[in-house]
């Protein structure tokens, strides 16, 4: 006989993972909307136009304002040139550009994710087009479920087309900042592109597609590492968005038959759960839950909650840009009808539930300071140490075999490779000498020696190499190593630059 667990229906294997559900942001209009949007507006502006922007730097120069030339190791920002060796520029910028993201997040949560960064501006205009195309969220929803059929065919067609031509401009506006733009723009239209050129610009164009178009909330959730970092530089005085509870709960539906006294009687608040807040965000969180390491600080729920306020005749407010400190003084103050205090998007002239004691964000808390002060520093110290930067660079390499040379006359003689590197945008002619024995005389490769030192050459923006020689008179070293230094003084403006090295001979 057959044991009876046999008999009983096999359970469906459950999964440790919830899988993705995709987010259809609601559309929506208010202060917050139309700031988002001239942010897209002006920054996608400056992406596209700065490389067009010309800049004279002379005839065999590129004359592009804004250039990083990875095939010469040349950054150009207008007027300044950076050389592969000033790269701690570049880890000057990248400090104080961190900081400072310390500073905004200190003062306005993430506000840096839900207005600038790239990310966010791309899957705006993404979801603007599928919006376009698709029509709102409730269209868009019952499009995705509907079978296969012309029209769905049509309109996913044609989103997906628009996505692609905005993703190929973007992947141009990419590679347009490390080649000279006007040449990349006739080699595109002529299709005389090579393979490196074609392969970035299909390498910028799948990934903004795909992320703008596909990954959106995912790319802010799993792949990027700053909201777990935030939460470190916020405290309770930082402006975020926050959902005044004291007011809203408990939350329902609001019936029409009952009044707005006759619902508070109830132990109902001004929320009457719509979930446009929702609906509307594009991380697709609930603001109404508490503070969340997901959320974005782009106010749109704050637009859509102030929509519903306005049609229910209620003050503005309900979700807004607030403080943690003032939120935990309003939910302890007593009840009354004007509050002395209104935040970013907070209560309107008709007054809240709740009033606070009159409050100020303090800006110049101690982490503010501290963000300010190291980036005047850092900055400052970049500004001093660009000012008086050298015009040029020298590098010296001795020979490793053989160590020295003997001559006839007992003389010693070592070989030296010597580069010099000219910043400037003029030929440069540079005296060399030689200090730290006496007696030594200097010579390169194809010109007699001389204690007067040699004329080193160098063209505009290049690095000139010589191989040079330091023959010193028998007797004149006593070490098997001696220091000795090789001073390059510029032989029209007297800048001098200086490098130690050694002189080898025999072991005593």
């Known amino acids: 006989m057959p044991d009876g667990s046999s008999l009983q229906p096999a359970r469906p294997k459950e999964s440790l993972y919830e899988a993705h559900k995709k987010i259809h942001p609601r559309a929506v209009s208010g202060r917050f909307r139309r700031l988002k949007w001239l942010a897209v507006a002006g920054l996608l502006g400056i992406f596209f136009v700065v490389p067009w922007l010309r800049w004279d730097r002379g005839a065999d120069a590129p004359g592009q304002a804004v250039l990083f030339d990875l095939e010469q190791a040349r950054f150009f920002l207008f007027g300044i040139e950076i050389w592969p060796q000033e790269i701690y520029y570049l880890t000057g910028l990248l400090i104080v550009a961190a900081v400072g993201l310390f500073l905004a997040t200190a003062l306005a949560g993430r506000v840096w994710c839900g207005f600038g960064c790239p990310h966010t501006v791309w899957t705006?205009?993404?979801?603007?087009?599928?919006?376009?195309?698709?029509?709102?969220?409730?269209?868009?929803?019952?499009?995705?479920?509907?079978?296969?059929?012309?029209?769905?065919?049509?309109?996913?067609?044609?989103?997906?087309?628009?996505?692609?031509?905005?993703?190929a401009i973007s992947g141009f506006g990419f590679v347009a900042y490390f080649t000279d733009a006007p040449t990349l723009a006739h080699d595109v239209l002529t299709l005389d592109v090579s393979g490196n050129v074609l392969s970035f610009l299909a390498l910028f164009t799948v990934g903004t597609y795909a992320m703008?178009?596909?990954?959106?909330?995912?790319?802010?959730?799993?792949?990027c590492p700053w909201p777990r970092i935030q939460t470190?530089?916020?405290?309770?005085?930082?402006?975020?968005?926050?959902?005044q509870t004291h007011r809203g709960d408990n939350r329902a539906p609001k019936r029409k038959s009952e009044s707005w006294e006759q619902r508070l009687e109830r132990g109902f608040g001004d929320c009457i759960d719509c979930n446009q807040c929702v609906q509307v965000c594009p991380m697709g969180i609930d603001v109404r839950t508490g503070a969340q390491a997901d959320c974005i600080n782009c106010g749109l729920c704050v637009d859509a909650?102030?929509?519903?306020?306005?049609?229910?005749?209620?003050?503005?407010?309900?979700?807004?840009?607030?403080?943690?400190?003032?939120?935990?003084?309003?939910?302890?103050?007593?009840?009354?009808?004007?509050?002395?205090?209104?935040?970013?998007?907070?209560?309107?002239?008709?007054?809240?539930?709740?009033?606070?004691?009159?409050?100020?964000?303090?800006?110049?808390?101690?982490?503010?300071?501290?963000?300010?002060?190291?980036?005047?520093?850092?900055?400052?110290?970049?500004?001093a140490t660009f000012a008086n930067r050298a015009r040029f660079d020298v590098s010296v390499l001795r020979d490793r075999a053989p160590l020295f040379v003997t001559l006839r006359d007992g003389s010693l003689r070592n070989a030296y490779t010597f580069k010099v590197a000219n910043k400037t945008r003029e030929h440069r002619a540079y005296a060399l000498?030689?200090?730290g024995i006496a007696g030594a005389i200097l010579g390169a490769a194809g010109e007699d020696a001389t204690d007067t030192g040699v004329v080193i050459e160098a063209d505009p923006d290049s690095v000139a190499t010589y191989r040079v020689y330091v023959t010193?008179?028998?007797?004149?070293?006593?070490?098997?190593?001696?220091?000795?230094?090789?001073?390059?003084?510029?032989?029209?403006?007297?800048?001098?630059?200086?490098?130690?090295?050694?002189?080898?001979?025999?072991?005593?």
């Open 305 to 383: 909650c102030d929509t519903i306020m306005d049609g229910m005749g209620r003050p503005r407010g309900l979700i807004a840009f607030d403080t943690l400190a003032r939120q935990a003084m309003v939910a302890a103050a007593p009840p009354s009808s004007s509050p002395p205090f209104s935040a970013v998007g907070g209560c309107a002239a008709g007054g809240c539930a709740t009033a606070a004691p009159d409050y100020r964000v303090p800006l110049l808390r101690a982490r503010v300071v501290v963000y300010l002060v190291v980036m005047v520093l850092v900055g400052a110290l970049m500004t």
């Open 232 to 243: 470190a530089m916020l405290d309770e005085h930082s402006l975020v968005v926050t959902y």
């Open 433 to 435: 000498a030689v200090g």
């Open 212 to 223: 703008a178009g596909y990954t959106r909330e995912q790319m802010c959730k799993y792949m």
């Open 124 to 167: 705006d205009l993404f979801i603007r087009i599928e919006h376009f195309f698709e029509g709102d969220r409730a269209e868009r929803i019952r499009l995705d479920k509907a079978k296969w059929s012309r029209r769905k065919l049509l309109r996913k067609g044609a989103k997906h087309l628009f996505w692609t031509l905005v993703a």
């Open 472 to 508: 010193v008179p028998k007797g004149a070293v006593t070490a098997a190593s001696t220091p000795v230094t090789f001073t390059l003084t510029e032989t029209t403006r007297g800048d001098a630059n200086s490098h130690d090295s050694v002189f080898l001979g025999p072991a005593e």
